[in-house]
């Protein structure tokens, strides 16, 4: 039985919802708080909001936007983007957020995911990894993409999960952004190797893509962006969620295998 979920994955930058490819060439999409407002109301699983700048600025995320957000959503909320220490976390998670997402940061200093996870919980510590496939091996990238690391991807999963993390966003740089699918065996690789949750992310095209990663692995939650803020070929920009009807029908088909 699988109780599959599909999140919403956001990306912010200035404080306005963007979206590129392979992490790069982001373009304006428009305003993140109306965009949130639309997927709470269309009853998404999850939202994740990811501020791609925040690190770079030396910062962490936006406060007085959380607030405003968390005013008029129902649904959970991840929040990630340059935070570094647990005091970020706890002012994060104090304006009712459920759930950190830790990326970069923690490369410098991992102890992090210990302490969100003894301060909050493992449900609230939430590790975001980055990947490229190079020579047909998977290659963990930090700073958006921008710095290769020398780990080995499995061994740092499961480093992470032996620090108390609960959840693993595994992105795919590859094809993040392209609406081409989601790269099957990288996550029939990982998903078999631990025992927390992996939230597949990169690719999705539409709800068939979500539907062909539940068939084919043990995956039970996954996130797509353009295929939520974009429609047809030219990328006219349309915040949309599978309906409800929908849903049902997906996780029924997956609550009875």
């Keep these: 039985m699988k109780l599959i979920r599909i999140i919403p994955s956001l990306l912010v930058k200035d404080n306005f919802l963007v979206k590129g490819e392979n992490f790069k060439k982001h373009s304006y999409i428009g305003d993140v708080y109306n965009a949130v407002k639309i997927f709470s109301e269309k009853n998404s699983h999850e939202i994740i909001l990811l501020d791609i700048d925040a690190r770079r600025n030396k910062k962490s995320f936006n406060l007085d936007l959380i607030k405003k957000i968390k005013k008029e959503i129902f649904v959970p909320l991840t929040i990630g983007g340059g935070i570094e220490n647990i005091d970020q976390v706890s002012a994060i998670i104090d304006e009712g957020v459920e759930k950190v997402s830790l990326n970069s940061n923690i490369e410098k200093n991992f102890n992090l995911v210990e302490q969100v996870s003894k301060k909050f919980g493992s449900q609230s510590s ?36 032996n620090a108390g993390c609960g959840e693993i966003i595994l992105t795919s740089i590859d094809n993040e952004g392209k609406r081409c699918g989601f790269d099957i065996e990288l996550y029939k690789l990982c998903h078999e190797l631990v025992s927390i ?34 429609y047809g070929k030219r990328k006219a920009v349309l915040i949309n969620y599978p309906n409800k009807l929908e849903i049902n029908e997906l996780m029924n088909k997956y609550e009875k295998n």
């Design 197 to 230: 949750p992996i939230i597949a992310h990169g690719g999705a095209a539409n709800l068939n893509s979500f539907t062909e990663l539940f068939d084919n692995t043990k995956i039970s939650a996954a996130s797509g962006g353009s295929c939520f803020v974009y």
């Design 126 to 161: 939430i590790a975001s990894i980055d990947v490229r496939k190079i020579d047909n091996k998977y290659k963990v990238y930090f700073r958006n993409g921008e710095k290769f690391s020398d780990l080995d991807l499995i061994k740092y999963i499961k480093n992470l999960e």
